[in-house]
């Protein structure tokens, strides 16, 4: 059962209200805090993209291919279509030897407004490399040239490269492959829906791998710094995971994933962190991923204060005038057997 | 303690779910079917809209400055920025003698995202007439003009314009002013806060007007008449007012408001529902609308037959595919003393 996350405030009453769930475990899955249910079983949506990078950088393919640190980045990003995306997705297909019409995500307009609006003022066309998921299409094809396998069908579950994925999914968040529910993802790739304690240990193994073979280990480090190196290029502009990764340099590993959920791992402790906010809203995801590194005490208060405008994050209207606030009003339990 | 509204599924498992409160209540306040809590106290938000017209109508006002039915449902829009709706006000504020200048809404680009699209291709400007509430702004420069009173300062909750509309929602809602939660809403006109069961009353009271003067029936009357005579300007293209008010033409008035507040005035029957989403997302109150229209039994099968699009939404990926649904899950209670 969801407990509750967020206060949305409007002048003098409380507007809207979002529920949610949260965990906090270690590497080996001990449960350190939560909130409601930490075994709620979610679609990790985007936040599974660096278990999806994964089979590249351990089979070799990345380097087969001389794929370059923000090159990972771009595999497990959301990213917002901007330039700095959209010029290095393409530079990658046209080394792996393919073209936007082999992405299989669909086209959307670049979350980025201003990006969007760039194209339509100078008359450009929207491609699949604006799509956010785009650099982990482009991950896929590269696996799927690596593995000899047919490029054409790297969407499908039982395709080499998902299936690669589903084993990884499975290995890191310790869910037999046949309890794992899978979904298709708004970019057609599969979804894989696990208890959101598993999800956060996985993240927990990528800020410190344990639990895994050396090699294992080696590839998932170099995603996470990969990924913390290049927060631009995982999200983008004025995005939550750019600036969450941007406020504590190396040591906080974050994603979004669509429908509310955020997972986080903290480099110095191999702590993994996820939250599901219950109606799908990221709005609340946010305020509560920080409200969450707060009640730990995981991260410096000087880290926290840099990440205030996403702690308790204005409503502003049209005007600009401030009208109201979202407020992380819950308390995390923690747990007897933990920290 | 708000109610499970409505689930989102995607592929095997449920991803997200919606709370929220509904009441369906006659034109004397009987409740006749609720879910949660009907007496919630939540902004009407966009769903005041109708009676903030009220005054410019019953005034006397409408007719001062020969305001056609199409613009008086343009002052109780929340329209799409489209052609229709940007001609059309404009037109209205030069009628007036006003300008975009004098509209204080704020500019945000079209909802309509293909209207937002010609104005950048074209190089044309966004400005205040494209906000989704210029209609209601242009209404209430008509209206402070008609008093005398400073167009300028119409925003402001002790502007004459603002006391008149403050007591019509006093009056319809049957809530005395100092028990109204005052906010500011997105276009930065106060907003109200009255009990859910109330908003709804009021919609029934525009549906049939009750319990009120003949001079003022005569007002909800022509003010109901004009939004669902031409629902696309209350709305627009693929927007669920518009296709809700264009599935029983003449039967039902339906009004969106921000934060999931949905208001409907059923004409047959004088009875009126509110649904408030608990997190404030539409995608969960429009299937609870067409829902509870359908529990109710109060509309014809085959109106709800029309709205099935809108009863169980299709969550499609970026390629179009079908890979989740929106289901309403919730079962209204009936009243004791109702019906």
Redesign the interface.
Known sequence: M?DLLVH?T????V?????GDIAVVNGEGKLLWSLGDPER???ARSAAKPMQALPLVESGAADAFDMTDAEIALCCASHSGEEMHVERVSALLARLGFTDADL??????PYR?QAY?QL??T?SPVTAIH?NCSGKHAGMLAMAKFLGADPAGYLDLNHPVQQRILAVVSELCEVPVADI????????VP?F?VPLARLAMAYARFARPVGVSSERAEAMSRITQAMMRYPELVAGTDRFCTTLMGAYPGHLLGKTGA??VYCVGLVDHGVGLCVK?????SR?SEPSVVETLLQTGLVPADVIERLQAAHHPATK?????L??RLEPIFQLVKSSDGA
Chains 1, 2 share one sequence.
């Open positions: 969801s949305v409007r002048g003098s009453i507007e809207s209200r979002h529920h079983v979610t679609y299989q995500c669909g086209v959307h307009a407004s609006e339509l003022r008359g799509n529910a899978v979904g298709v993802d708004g970019c057609g979804v829906g429908e509310g906010v219950d109606d799908g809203n609340a209207n049209h005007q600009g005038t009208v109201g």
